[in-house]
């Protein structure tokens, strides 16, 4: 047993109900200052609280940022659901850096590639939220695959916190899963935060859960992370005994993410323009994301020779005019969004031509991949998209 909560001092215990709460007007002032989110569910009294980007991205870290990444209260502040705080990458903070890790062999978990679950109870019946929402498309699915299985509130151990990690195509990040649902990934005691390996409540539960590795050291884990494909394996979490949190991901896996992490429409036009080629983007993409992104490249590529040929069609005209200043004359009443491109052109000053004819097809809309997967007659939609 390992309480992994050490370090929230904001979390205090009443004794009156055997429960622990949280400061409420603490955590309204951090919302008010852009640290935190707060969500009411709209069917009880219930409240969830997840850092922001704002927070994340200038690593404004503190007890209250780091306990709130799905944390669940009632209105007085008492909690109903206590997540596992925010935990960081291997070498991504000083108590992280490798060198400065616990002598003590920590636990290994496989880390899975989809998005937090937590299991809460909404009036006698179990449903599911994510990290910032209690509803959305993942939640949504995972409430009712659990509700599916026949697990209800009396199944579970009294005061204590699922975690789970939820897997479909919804949801996916980088790693393909066989099999979807929810993993088990931990329990916690939501009093007094003590973490409980998922294996033993998962197998009385007849539900998955994040299987759990024995190394000699974290470098043996980090030198078996960076042997795996990316595609299948993300990476470990490990749990020491203090309760510090620390995740390893693949080399791999890293690469696969950064390039899914850019899959919106403006950084492959970005790539296009660079180089021509996104070949490497194609490479290491999902699967089922490659195709979109292929259809993306040739709808810029389309739009992009169209205005190179309607350019070269009006060259070709104004070759009946003797001066610059009566082509720029005659480019400006034809189509005025050409007069950099046909200068560049007449000027045969190839590099500005190509930095200028990829800028004319900049998409309006700037949506990742995934987001598309859905939309009819893509192809048509994307020509209209791109100016």
């Keep these: 047993m390992v309480n992994v909560n050490t370090g929230s001092p904001i979390i205090k215990f009443d004794a009156t109900k ?24 709209p069917l009880a009294d219930l409240y969830i609280y997840n850092y922001t980007k704002k927070t994340n ?20 502040g008492f909690i109903v659901a206590r997540p596992f705080a925010k935990f960081f ?35 006698g019946d179990l449903s599911v939220c994510t990290r910032g929402t209690f509803d959305n498309l993942e939640s949504r699915w995972a409430t009712k695959w659990i509700r599916k299985l026949g697990i209800t509130p ?16 919804g949801c996916r990040q980088v790693v393909s ?24 409540e998962a197998t009385r539960l007849q539900i998955p859960f994040s299987k759990e590795f024995s190394f000699n050291s974290v470098n043996d884990a980090i030198l078996f992370a960076n042997k795996q494909n990316g595609k299948t394996f993300e990476g470990f979490v490990m749990i020491y005994p203090n309760g510090l949190m620390v995740k390893i991901k693949s080399s791999d896996y890293r690469v696969r993410h950064k390039i899914l992490t850019q899959l919106y429409l403006s950084h492959i036009h970005e790539l296009l323009q660079k180089d021509n080629s996104i070949r490497k983007t194609i490479q290491y993409a999902p699967k ?63 590099e500005k031509t190509q930095t200028i004819a990829w800028d004319l097809v900049i998409p309006k809309e700037n949506y990742h991949v995934k987001d598309l997967l859905e939309k009819d007659d893509l192809y048509t939609w994307l020509i209209r998209n791109i100016n």
Excluded at 57 to 76: A, H, P, Q
Excluded at 154 to 169: C, S
Excluded at 178 to 198: F, Q, R
Aim: contains cysteine; aromatic residues 10%; positive net charge.
């Design 154 to 169: 009396n199944d579970l151990l009294p005061g204590k916190t699922y975690l789970f990690e939820i897997i479909f195509r």
């Design 57 to 76: 991205f200038d690593c404004l870290w503190n007890d209250y940022t780091r306990v709130s990444r799905g944390l669940i209260t009632d209105s007085d």
């Design 89 to 123: 990458n291997l070498n991504e903070r000083p108590e992280t850096m490798l060198e400065n890790l616990p002598d003590d062999i920590p636990l290994f978990f496989n880390k899975l590639d989809g998005c937090l679950g937590i299991l809460y109870n909404l009036n």
């Design 288 to 350: 089922e994301l490659r195709p979109i992104v292929r259809l993306v490249v040739r709808a810029l590529k389309k739009n992009k020779r169209s205005f190179e040929r309607e350019t070269q069609r009006l060259l070709q005209k104004a070759n009946d005019f003797y001066s610059r200043k009566e082509k720029a004359k005659y480019i400006m009443k034809e189509n005025p969004k050409l007069q950099k491109l046909f200068f560049a052109m007449l000027d045969n000053r190839k």
């Design 177 to 200: 899963y066989a099999n979807k649902g929810l993993y088990l990934l931990a329990v916690i005691d939501t009093v007094s935060g003590t973490y409980s390996s998922p294996s033993k």
């Design 18 to 41: 055997n429960a622990v709460r949280i400061d409420c007007e603490e955590m309204k002032e951090r919302v008010a200052t852009g640290l935190l989110t707060c969500q009411k569910h």
